[in-house]
């Protein structure tokens, strides 16, 4: 079985360096208004806005630093 490893959206470290906390965010965390609607139009049958609803809650937010990164 091939599990995605989940990255945390914010890290909080101690001041030597070991992790105190990690949190986790998805798509429907970050746009909550957009969630909610979306959850109460599923729970009145709407199949598109259920799929769009599940979509959002599988998505994983990650902090992107572009100075990690290369072009």
């Known amino acids: 079985m091939n599990k995605k490893k989940k990255i945390p959206f914010i890290t909080i470290h101690d001041k030597d360096g070991r992790i105190i906390e990690e949190f986790f965010m998805t798509a429907a965390d970050d746009d909550w208004i957009r969630a909610a609607r979306l959850h109460e139009k599923a729970l009145k049958g709407d ?16 902090e992107f630093d572009p100075e990690d990164h290369e072009d």
């Open 47 to 62: 199949k598109k806005a259920a799929a769009e609803l599940k979509r959002m809650e599988n998505t994983d937010m990650v």
